[in-house]
């Protein structure tokens, strides 16, 4: 499936690292959002963009920072990580805002030593 | 705060029977139910979905149930195949946001 990508598909960082995960869609979506999955928990919404403006944050830590330069993209830059980072970050995409079906991208699992 | 709650949180079947997977919702305003299937090491992909003014859906094997007044749905999958082992998550809400229930891990025993 090529409808959403996202890279790199692992990564293994130290706390004091900066990095960058990439997400992209191919579908033509107007909202873009990242989740947090951790083992035994259910998904965790982190932020979700539509029509490139940030319409949600979920009280995530500010050592994790959004960006979406265009309706196509949307980054999560990381920095100072904690062990308790580790996941599974997963991006997807919907056609709006507004009650859309999700379309997910494979997911990045993410190491923090 | 809003919350769905999923269970059972495993489900062992055998081969050909079917499996039940409930969830409740608390935010009264949730208005559209999707239901995903996450096989080992690959991402959620959605099966089937209903929204609030729909009270059932099928789609072969897979049916989705919605009872609004007392805010849960199920879904219902029959004649099991090992190829529907995976862990299914169902979601709750609207306007662009989803809360995922905590996920049911299926297992379907040939």
């Known amino acids: 499936e090529t409808g959403v990508t996202q890279t790199p598909r692992h990564l293994v960082m130290g706390m004091t690292n900066k990095k960058s995960l990439k997400c992209e869609q191919h579908l033509g979506h107007n909202a873009m959002y990242w989740y947090k999955q951790s083992a035994k928990k259910p998904l965790e919404l982190m932020f979700v963009?539509?029509?490139?403006?940030?319409?949600e944050n979920n009280s995530v830590p500010s050592r994790f920072s959004p960006e979406c330069p265009n309706s196509s993209h949307l980054f999560l830059h990381l920095h100072t990580l904690q062990p308790e980072d580790s996941a599974l970050y997963l991006c997807?995409?919907?056609?709006?805002?507004?009650?859309?079906?999700?379309?997910f991208g494979p997911g990045t699992r993410l190491t923090v030593l | 705060g809003e919350n769905v709650e999923q269970h059972p949180s495993t489900l062992s079947v055998q081969e050909g029977d079917s499996a039940v997977i409930k969830c409740t919702y608390s935010d009264s305003a949730s208005n559209y139910f999707p239901w995903y299937k996450q096989e080992l090491g690959k991402r959620p992909q959605l099966i089937i979905d209903i929204r609030s003014n729909v009270g059932e859906k099928k789609d072969q094997r897979i049916a989705v149930t919605l009872n609004k007044t007392a805010k849960h749905f199920s879904l219902h999958i029959t004649e099991t195949q090992p190829e529907d082992s995976a862990v299914y998550f169902c979601?709750?809400?609207?306007?662009?946001?989803?809360?995922f229930g905590q996920g049911t891990e299926l297992s379907v025993k040939p």
């Open positions: 963009y539509s029509l490139e403006e940030r319409v």
């Open positions: 979601a709750a809400g609207g306007e662009g946001k989803l809360i």
């Open positions: 997807a995409s919907s056609q709006d805002f507004s009650g859309s079906v999700q379309f």
